[in-house]
């Protein structure tokens, strides 16, 4: 086992890790820039090193000052967390060039993986359903409209280098494809150093169906169940739950199937998460894409399996074996996550940076968790995502963890800047979503409308 490692992250999947770390018995070795000089995580690990200014560019995303932070500190290994360099082949490779474990996949199979062309073409070998679309990169927009006219509008546009809702963009006329060809195109240049992009069949009524898989280095892969993540804006999820009530027994053993098949396909190493898209009409699933990281989602997951997926991680990466089997695996009771978030929805959602005046976090009770990396006093830079804090509630039901859930944000109390909070609890309190019936387009063309004109 490792003795000491390194998170190159922040906020509250920083503090996460850093607890995980510190029940294994591991120290920890916290970076920050220098905007979070007075961040949690800097506080809860064992050392803290600086490691750049504020703009991410320049301290997150700094491969050679985190590389030099490790090696000063002697850490053994690295945890990404989300976002920034989690998903970043160069800096796995870096990673063992210097003989740091990269906690996570082999940068081989995040650069197969990453790519979102090369994904549906390793996919389609596994046998593996994938969204009818094109085979690979597109040149031009004319041949983007030539791929859409074969498979029918509506189509999406996606970046081969996406992530987190760039480069991508729905397409429902051929009058409007060239110019959201250019811009998504422009759009992933800017985000990922590529702008190459492919075309997608928009699957329609669908739910967004991910399933949560670990791997061990002797090959052994099992999945821990699905997440319903349908409700999204622009391509964003808002609230999380599982397992999803739209799919039964049968086909959840389908998927599960299919996202350990595909993760086989790759010799996949560590904790990662194949996404699918359900066609609610027909109840065929299609691959969308693999997460080669840690998800923000992922404790809906660790409430109904009991299986703390980051503990897992490190002890995947130190190379011990998985001790679970497929059989081993069972979902009890269902849970749901909301993301509060420091952002105006009557303002579009914007950002609402500032200081935090009061704070009370729900607690009491069984199943209840709140993962957050703010206290009062705490100022929320401009540079990074708005996360505030994820609420996660566990219950025996679903009705249980709705209610559980209603109770938690009536009893949130944020003071000093805007957030999402109220908009959470009217849409945790919307019939439909208590009902169930939703799917991907319901938060932005039926929930939305009505909320912003109320």
């Known amino acids: 086992m490792f003795q000491k ?12 890790i850093i607890r995980a770390a510190r029940e294994l018995g591991i120290a920890t070795v916290a970076v920050y820039s220098e905007a979070d000089k007075d961040a949690l995580h800097t506080v809860l690990a064992d050392e803290a090193i600086c490691v750049g200014p504020a703009r991410a560019t320049d301290s997150y995303l700094n491969m050679n000052a985190i590389l030099s932070a490790a090696l000063v500190t002697g850490a053994q290994a690295i945890h990404p967390g989300f976002g920034f360099l ?29 790519d979102k062309i090369n994904a549906r073409a ?17 040149a031009s927009p004319q041949e983007a409209k030539a791929v859409a006219d074969q498979i029918g509008y509506p189509v999406m546009l996606k970046a081969a280098a996406g992530g987190g809702g760039k480069g991508i963009r729905k397409v429902r006329s051929p009058l409007d494809l060239e110019e959201a060809f250019l811009s998504a195109s422009q759009e992933a240049q800017s985000a990922f150093g590529d702008g190459a992009m492919y075309i997608e069949k ?8 991910e399933v949560q898989i670990l791997g061990d280095h002797n090959g052994h892969i099992i999945h821990l169940g699905e997440r319903d993540c349908s409700l999204q804006r622009h391509n964003q999820k808002v609230l999380e739950e599982s397992p999803s009530i739209a799919i039964g027994p049968s086909l959840r053993k389908k998927i599960g199937d299919a996202a350990v098949r595909a993760a086989q396909s790759v010799g996949y190493e560590n904790a990662g998460t194949i996404e699918f ?31 703390d997926i980051v503990k897992e991680q490190i002890t995947i990466a130190a190379g011990l074996p998985l001790e679970y089997q497929q059989a081993d695996i069972t979902i009890c009771g269902h849970a749901i996550e909301c993301r509060i978030n420091a952002e105006n929805p009557k303002l579009d959602f914007a950002p609402s940076p500032g200081k935090i005046d009061e704070l009370y976090l729900p607690g009491g009770g069984l199943g209840l968790r709140v993962d957050s990396a703010v206290y009062p006093g705490y100022t929320i830079p401009p540079y990074y995502d708005s996360m505030i804090a994820k609420i996660i509630v566990h219950g025996e039901n679903r009705f249980d963890a709705l209610m559980k859930m209603q109770r938690a944000l009536y009893e949130l109390e944020i003071g000093g800047l805007a957030t999402n909070t109220e908009f959470q609890m009217d849409l945790i309190s919307n019939k439909q979503v208590i009902a169930g019936d939703y799917d991907t387009s319901f938060l932005m063309e039926i929930f939305l409308p009505e909320y912003t004109n109320d």
Do not use: W
């Open 5 to 16: 490692i390194l998170i190159a992250n922040r906020g509250e999947i920083a503090v996460r």
């Open 86 to 114: 989690s998903e970043n082949a160069k800096f796995a490779t870096m990673c063992e060039e210097m003989k740091i474990k990269f906690i996570g996949p082999s940068a081989k199979v995040m650069h197969q993986m990453g």
């Open 122 to 138: 390793t996919m389609r070998k596994a046998g593996v359903p994938v969204i009818p679309g094109s085979d690979g990169a597109l």
């Open 202 to 209: 928009v699957i329609y009524p669908a739910r967004h169906i």
């Open 277 to 307: 898209l359900l066609d609610v009409e027909s109840g065929q699933f299609y691959f969308m894409e693999m997460n080669t990281r840690i998800q923000v989602e992922h404790p809906v997951t660790e409430f109904v399996t009991g299986i």
